[in-house]
């Protein structure tokens, strides 16, 4: 750059930083992603009463370097054991296979595994957390093994009750933070009285009550829709 002439104001070159008067304002934001959740479920994170390997994507993980390992052994639990399974997909219908899932459930007397849930005159069951987390499989897919929960009210100490439902997060590419839903089981007949499911509009209803669709053991079907015309409904927390 030449200097000006004298008495002349001198013209500076533009920045090139963040600094530049001319890019003040809001920071550009972008979707972040892709994200890769197999590696945080470990074996047997999605089998909440039993000791089997499922919940970790032990086909990305050659032997030499699987160093996931087993859930700490359990006691017995108490209640009905139920499976759950599903397919997460996107709005087009296909498969997302880089999605992790994770479930949050009472007992079968209807008391949580922590430190909320205050009620000392129901029982914990020292056999049963509530909480799993497993990826899904290269087609989309989950299965988990829990005890299917008892009523738990709308608050502590309420009079109000809920039906017995799983609560679901869901972890995926692109999105910034997890998305909260609920299961609720379709052979149960508190479901109509339910307060949080009487919120949703009835048409929607159907995207969070799971099928009863085999035995041995009760298996209960749930697919998570994440966009589109049949998306799952999700709740803001």
Partial sequence: MTDAPEGLPRNAAPRADNQD?????????????????????????????????????????????????????????????????????????????????????????????????TRAEIPLDPGFIGFGRAAVDAAGGFRFLTLKPGRVPVAVESNRWQAPHLAIGVFGRGLLKRLATRVYFADEADNDADPILALVPEARRRTLIAPRVAEAPPTYRFDIVLCGADETVFFAL
Wanted: aromatic residues 8%; without cysteine.
């Fill in 21 to 117: 008067p001319a890019l003040f304002g809001p920071t550009p934001s972008q979707t972040v992603g892709p994200f890769f959740h197999y590696g945080l479920p470990w074996k047997g994170g999605a089998d909440l009463v039993g000791e089997s390997d499922i919940g970790a994507r032990l086909d990305l993980f050659p032997k030499e370097h699987d160093v996931l390992h087993l859930a700490p052994p359990r006691g017995p639990a108490t209640g009905e054991i139920v499976a759950v399974v599903g397919t997460v997909r996107d709005g087009a219908g296909e498969p997302v296979t880089d999605a992790m899932i994770e479930i949050w459930g009472a007992n079968a007397a209807g008391r949580y595994h922590g430190a909320a849930d």
